[in-house]
Each structure stands twice: as structure tokens, then as C-alpha cells.
């Protein structure tokens, strides 16, 4: 049997936080500088001026890492109780609902007047590299840590208590420290400039499509007046059906059958998270390929093309077009409908559309199918563009979280470690 020692590389040394190079150190983190709280900022307070503010549950969906926008502006009498921040701070969710995700911190970098609400904990550190820290707090084998001392079930907390003793493995010099912070920051800022691409293409998708979608504005070589038709004249309406459940062969085949958490921000979709077998299908109501599924029960107004025979549950009715009709132009007709569709809702314990109103829904489409296929087209190679630029965002994203590994392990080194250098305090 190979021993633990046999596999550490030559230069390196397994501590409690793994294996990392032998001129690294472990230092508790309330060695590094001081601790201190946010004060509580109500909903109503976030909305209520012009100072932007960090509220705990914005460090875990708002922020990565570093704080680079402010979705919480609060007015000059509330950040008169509030904790005003410095440059430099860390800021630790104090709450979650899991271990995995409790102490997910983001560090403030910004030169202006900002503020912490309650369930923040905030640590400022005295001369280490900020960034680095952050980045570090929030890798794999730190937060391992933190997970194990939130202390709560339905709602988990850490404390500055806990968060203190928490282990940083720490680079000789603050030289490699910024090295590191600003590798992993360049890489941040390529994921920021990707996710703002993103952005602005999916406005410029949505302000076609209500062009397109309306009349308001034709592509070139169609002049024919649009005309009011019923959705019942797309095509063939159909509501969903489930096999029956306690039949276990009609479970578990390869033939998709589609509710709403299946339905995604994509076009398209070939599979189903529950697939039936052909007896399944064979028991409830079959969808051809490139069939329309519009949700009408609940989460009104998803919708999808499904593009293998197959079936979807009761809350989606379904448009199996007829000859007149594109299938993509009625998805994207669809798309840009939602808010009607949501405004058109009945309200009883949940909000419904029954088959019979949905199709009396009306709505202004092209007479020619030519000028629906190239209105689709257009579209289309929007989405396109789009989803490949969402592509090339989660691979960023992937070859960040790889580098960091690396980097704040110290497996690859950016900095020679034969080269004397002045240590950090």
C-alpha cells in the first residue's frame, strides 16, 4: 500500500487543509485583522435613496467573489444607523439555507460611500491582500471548513466566532498574493464582459421580437396585411396526460414526457427528467415531433418545441401546428405573449388557463407562412447566438474555478520560490 508521504510532491506538505507547498502557511483568519456587523436594511429601505448597500442574500446571488454592481440603494437617514464600509472589507453571508453555501463571502474594492444590512459579517483586514483572501475563502478547501461550523438546520448561521479560527493557507510574500488575486481577477473580468454581452443580447432579442411579433416593423418583401386569428386555428389543441403512476410499466422508456421544470430558457427540447416507455404513451395523449408547449397551469406562459414524438403532463396544452402555421414562429409568438398570457389568467388556489380559453386567445399573425418562417429565422439565429455565447460563459467559468484550484493551492507556482522575497506581516 503506497503511503500518504509517497504521493506529496517533492516541495510540498499535507496539512489541514491539503496539500500545499512547504513555504506556504496556515494562518487563522482573525489573525489577519478585525470583525465586525452590518446593521439591518428592510426591503423597503433598499429601494429607498441613492447609496448602494450589500444585503446578505445578494452575496449569493448577486456577487461572485468581488463586488462590481450595487442592486440596493438606501437614503442618508438610513446610513446614518447602517455600517458604512471600507475599501478592502470581506463580507460574509452570515445566513443560508445549506452548510454547503453558509460564509460565501465577496470583497468591497470600491472607493466610495457603501453600507452592510444585517446578517452580514464583515472583516477587515489589516495588510493582507484582500482579493487573494477573498478568492481564497471561497475555494473548495476553505469553504469545506466553514461548512462544518454553521450551526442552524432550516436556517444555518456562521459567526465572526467561528469564522475566526478558520484556516488560510497564505503565500511567503504578498507579491504572490497579488500575482494570484490579479490572474484570477482578469478572469473575472472576462466573465463579467461575457455575462454583459449576454445581457445586451438578449434586450436586443426582445425588442425584435416585439417588433417583429407585432407588425410594428416587417422585414424586407412582405407587405401583406396581417390578420387576427384564434390560437384554435394554429393548429390542434391538446392538454396533457399522465400515465398512470402505479404501473411501473409505463415508466422509465426513452420517450419524453415534458412538464414545466422541464422547460428551460432554450427552444428546443428532446428529453424529459421522467421518460415513459411506448406503452406509457400508448396509455394518454401523443405529441408528434414539433409540437408547441405552452404552460397553462401555475408557471403560465413557459413554453417549448418538443422535438421527438412524446407527450407532456396536464398542466401544458399543447399546438400541433397545421400547414398554415410555423412551428418556431409560434413558439417565439408565444415567448413574447407571456404577460398577456399571465394577465389572462384565472386566479382560484393557482393561476390557470383552461384549454377552452386558451384557445380563444387571439392574436395578430402573418397570413403567409413564408413571412413567419423568416421572422423565425431571424430570431433563431439570435437564440443562436446567444446560446453560444452562454457556451462560452459556463467554460470561462469552468477554466476559472480549475485556475483557481491550482493557484490558491499553490500546485502551480507564479512566483519562483528560489527567489528570496521580503514575507508578508
Known sequence: MTSVSAIIPIGYKQTEVGVIPEDWVLIKLGSFGAFSKGRGITKSEANSGHIPSIRYGEIYTYHDDVVRSYNSHISSQVAESSKMLRKGDILFAGSGETREEIGKCVVFIDEIEAYAGGDVVIFSPRSENSTYLAYTLNSFQVSQQKSKLGQGDAVVHIYSSELSGVLIPIPPSEEEQKIIADIITDSDSQIQALENLISKKRNLKKGTMQKLLTGRARL????????????????????????LTHKPEFWGGNIPWIT????????????????????????????????????????????????????????????????????????????????FMIGNAGITATM????????????????????????????????????????????????????????????????????PVEASA
Open 220 to 243: 424586407p418583401g412582405f407587405t401583406e396585411k396581417w390578420i387576427l386569428k384564434r390560437v384554435s386555428n394554429f393548429g390542434t389543441i391538446v392538454t396533457g396526460s399522465t400515465p
Open 260 to 339: 414545466p421544470t422541464d422547460i428551460t430558457n432554450r427552444s428546443e427540447i428532446f428529453t424529459s427528467e421522467r421518460q415513459i416507455t411506448i406503452e406509457g404513451l400508448d396509455s394518454i395523449r401523443i405529441l408528434p415531433e414539433n409540437s408547441v408547449l405552452v404552460t397553462c397551469i401555475a408557471s403560465i406562459g413557459k413554453n417549448i418545441i418538443l422535438r421527438k414524438l412524446g407527450s407532456c403532463n396536464q398542466q401544458i396544452n399543447a399546438i400541433i401546428p397545421n400547414q398554415k402555421y410555423s412551428t418556431e414562429f409560434l413558439y417565439f409568438l408565444f415567448e413574447n405573449n407571456k404577460s
Open 352 to 419: 390557470i388557463i383552461s384549454k377552452t380559453d386558451f384557445e380563444k386567445f387571439t392574436f395578430l399573425v402573418p397570413n403567409s407562412l413564408e413571412e413567419q418562417q423568416a421572422i423565425a429565422e431571424v430570431l433563431s439565429d439570435m437564440d443562436a447566438e446567444i446560446f453560444t455565447l452562454e457556451q462560452r460563459l459556463e467554460k470561462t467559468k469552468a477554466i476559472k474555478q480549475g485556475m483557481m484550484q491550482q493557484l490558491l493551492t499553490g500546485r502551480i507556482r507564479l512566483v519562483d520560490p528560489s527567489t
